[in-house]
């Protein structure tokens, strides 16, 4: 949901410097003869050509967008159905008007243009204030040029919605340009690759605009689910505006800034909080008058009331920083957002006379990877607490209904933030401590009955554990074995499974398993390999190229041991030998040991991350460290059954 923080009064026409670069239905030689990208071959449609014009009406913005995209596969053709989302709210913040669309085939190269009618045009409510209006092409095939324009007006001049110059398809070319008036001034915050090295820019009597070229397609990649956080974007804040002259012969108009600095930022945000009746202990106190939060230690005292709140309010939707309930109707009805219940744990805390703030946020996937420098309201979306208990720091959240005290979720692990305090907000680096490793220990024998039995011992630390008690309680409340827990392996039977939760004591989970496999009659030759369950026996990075960073999302490592115990009647004819593996820069590491002695092979295996981000550049390294790993696990230690002479 949109927020406009201030309502400007301001009057003004500003002409228009445009130049159209591109018109609807006249295309280039190159429009018409392309049939692959050549930098991202497998796309099935891609955006010729796209820009956007900014401008300043009555106190309004009004942006002019045009896009042309043509289809080059059959999978393509559903881009012929086109979706504008725009914020309407209780005022008609937005509004989108003059949509003209039409598509272009090509028939003996000859273009044959048929217009979108008014009929394959329609506005349609999508809820909470949102609509969406909709482009259904006629006759889309293969080869077909898509093109459509439309003015999108928008009241919330503080908090532009700047411009994204990637699509999910790749763009060949994306041109974006503003004029703002001398009454106005903003901060321009741009990001990505491409934005700081190749743009090109012009800017020129309040007119600024940029053109990027061959733009890869944003989607997701493995271990990136965050590729929002690198897309090039050019965004706008609103610093001052001129409210018009304060008198006098020699005095000029007046300027008045808007969230010049952090803390001006942070009292507005508050002041929400404080409205809403998050800083009073009044409504809190008698809420919890007959709750025991007593403990020997602000830490215990902390801990009961967040374990409170999680198991007697429910859960409900993220809705960002600004809360939507009142503390009394929160309170009433049991049910909040995160946010909501981590400002509610906050009043607790703090009638129990314990240091606690908030602090905003922008959670990973938000649209940025790093904050900026200067109050830019738009980086943060989430809040979590700092909570100071017996003289250390502690951060808080509630978004996770079955996470331990003093875990918060993984997308909201990032590098700073900005401390809420009236008068004093400022940022402060974000550092959360954790160890989420994997120790897996095996025991293999051969039964009497020709079955390879590996009796399992999995313990998962901090975040890694919290993964394997999610699933653990999904499947326990949609009533499914808890087999299930484990990954189908072609002739692998999982039983005797024990799990134990001490995530809230130990910070682990320990589960133990057994693995079973029948031996065929009359086989002489017996593979194992008891590490077919690890995480990477089966390489995750299999594409060509890559666009955006590989995020492990935390530095970990994982430890497997291994013990085979040779049966009487066979011996070892063969097992994997011992390696070590890295990449430039060791970011991450494997290594393998396997041993014979006394009739058993011993085999220690591990796989470690040091930096979680790795950048493109190292993907070929990586992924071909990454298959070299997955050789190894996938491995198999070879028995050989002895004949007798």
Not at 375 to 394: C, H, R, S, V, W
Request: glycine share 6%; proline share 4%.
């Amino acid at each position: 949901m949109k927020k406009s923080i201030f309502v400007l009064s301001l009057f003004f026409i500003v002409g228009s410097v445009f130049s159209q670069k591109v018109k609807m239905g006249e295309f280039t030689d190159q429009d018409i003869e392309l049939t692959e990208v050549s930098f991202e071959k497998d796309a099935d449609a891609v955006v010729l050509w796209e820009q956007g014009q900014s401008k300043f009406y009555s106190g309004l913005l009004e942006t002019s967008y045009f896009f042309r995209v043509k289809i080059l596969k059959e999978s393509g053709k559903d881009r012929g159905d086109v979706r504008i989302s725009y914020y309407v709210g209780d005022d008609r913040i937005e509004d989108i008007n003059g949509i003209k669309a039409t598509v272009t085939n090509f028939v003996n190269g000859k273009p044959e243009e048929e217009k979108v009618g008014k009929e394959n045009i329609f506005d349609v409510e999508i809820g909470d204030g949102w609509r969406e209006a909709r482009i259904t092409f006629p006759n889309v095939q293969v080869g077909s040029i898509l093109e459509y324009s439309y003015k999108k007006s928008d009241k919330n001049i503080t908090l532009l919605d700047g411009w994204t110059f990637q699509n999910d398809i790749p763009t060949l070319a994306s041109t974006y340009e503003i004029t703002i008036i001398p009454q106005l001034d903003y901060r321009m915050i741009g990001q990505g690759e491409k934005y700081f090295t190749t743009t090109e820019k012009e800017a020129s009597n309040g007119l600024y605009r940029w053109t990027l070229r061959d733009l890869h397609s944003l989607k997701e990649e493995p271990y990136m689910k965050n590729y929002n956080d690198y897309k090039e974007r050019v965004e706008f804040q609103l610093a001052a505006y001129q409210a018009g002259s304060s008198g006098g012969y020699t005095s000029g108009p007046e300027w008045k800034d808007v969230l010049s600095n952090w803390v001006e930022l942070g009292n507005e945000v508050l002041s929400d909080y404080k409205e809403k009746g998050y800083f009073r202990s009044n409504p809190i106190e008698k809420e919890f008058l007959s709750v025991d939060f007593s403990g020997e230690t602000e830490k215990e005292k902390a801990q009961k009331a967040y374990y409170f709140f999680q198991d007697n309010f429910i859960l409900k939707d993220d809705g960002g920083f600004w809360p939507e309930q009142w503390i009394n109707p929160l309170l009433k009805s049991k049910s909040g957002t995160p946010e909501e219940l981590n400002l509610a744990l906050m009043g607790v805390l703090k009638s129990m006379g314990i240091e606690c703030a908030p602090v905003l946020i922008g959670s990973k996937g938000n649209g940025r990877s790093n904050l900026v420098p200067f109050p830019f309201l738009k980086q943060f979306n989430e809040i979590i607490l700092i909570a100071t208990l017996d003289g250390e720091n502690y951060y808080l959240d509630l978004s996770d209904p079955i996470a331990p005290f003093g875990y918060v979720g993984l997308n909201k692990h990032v590098k700073a933030g900005l401390l809420l305090v009236k008068d004093q907000s400022a940022l402060i680096p974000i550092d959360i401590k954790h160890s989420s490793n994997t120790i897996m220990m095996t025991d293999v024998t051969i039964s009497e009955e020709n079955v390879i039995e590996m009796n399992n011992t999995l313990r998962t630390y901090y975040y890694e554990g919290l993964k394997v008690a999610r699933v653990a309680k999904r499947l326990k409340d949609d009533n499914e074995p808890i087999e299930k827990l484990f990954k189908e392996q072609d002739g692998i039977t999982f039983s005797e499974i024990d799990l134990a939760d001490d995530l809230q004591e130990k910070n682990y989970i320990s589960t133990k398993f057994k693995m079973t496999k029948e031996i065929g009659d009359g086989e002489t030759l017996i593979a194992i390999n008891p590490l077919t369950f690890t995480s990477y026996s089966k390489n995750p990075f299999t594409q060509e190229y890559r666009v955006f960073p590989v995020d492990f999302g935390f530095a970990f490592a994982e430890t497997y041991n291994a013990k085979i115990h040779i049966p009487e009647g066979y011996e070892l004819d063969d097992y994997p030998l011992t390696e070590r593996i890295t990449i430039p820069g060791n970011a991450i590491a494997f290594s393998y040991s396997s041993t014979a002695m006394d009739g058993v092979v011993n085999i220690v295996a591990k796989f470690e991350v040091k930096n979680p981000m790795i950048e493109p550049v190292l993907y070929p390294d990586l992924k071909f460290f990454m298959e070299t790993v997955a050789s190894k696990l996938s491995a198999p230690v070879i028995l050989k059954k002895i004949t007798k002479p």
